[in-house]
């Protein structure tokens, strides 16, 4: 069982940044983000797969490539969601998510993940 828990969501300006944090209560293979607009379904944001020593490459989704960035402090046992030049279209609720040995177009789909946190709320006023 891992319990996840997320933080620092917040409202934010167009074109300014924040940093998600997701602290685990276990340490798990696999690890992503997704977000929830209001009226629409869940959708994947960033995921990133740690396994026999090696940190395989993240994934992205195509809206968020090169201005957020997944990464994890092992020794906090703490994932973070760097989110950079944000715009409304970022305006959501964020899930840290966790699961086992994911790969390929899994990472994309929720039910690919066992765990999941409360969600915190990003909101990015144009």
């Known amino acids: 069982?891992?319990?996840?828990?997320?933080?620092?969501?917040?409202?934010?300006?167009?074109?300014?940044?924040?940093?998600?944090?997701?602290?685990?209560?276990?340490?798990?293979?696999?690890?992503?983000?997704?977000?929830?607009?209001?009226?629409?379904?869940?959708?994947?944001?960033?995921?990133?797969?740690?396994?026999?020593?090696?940190?395989?490459?993240?994934?992205?989704a195509d809206s968020v490539k090169g201005r957020f960035t997944i990464s994890r402090d092992n020794g906090k046992n703490t994932v973070y969601l760097q989110m950079n030049s944000l715009n409304a279209e970022d305006t959501g609720i964020y899930y840290c998510a966790a699961g086992g040995n994911v790969a390929g177009t899994s990472y994309y789909t929720p039910r690919s993940y066992d765990y999941w946190g409360q969600g915190t709320q990003v909101t990015v006023s144009s």
């Open 1 to 60: 069982q891992v319990q996840l828990v997320e933080s620092g969501g917040g409202l934010v300006q167009a074109g300014g940044s924040l940093r998600l944090s997701c602290a685990a209560s276990g340490r798990a293979v696999s690890m992503a983000w997704f977000r929830q607009a209001p009226g629409k379904e869940r959708e994947f944001v960033a995921a990133k797969k740690w396994s026999g020593g090696i940190s395989y490459s993240a994934v992205y």
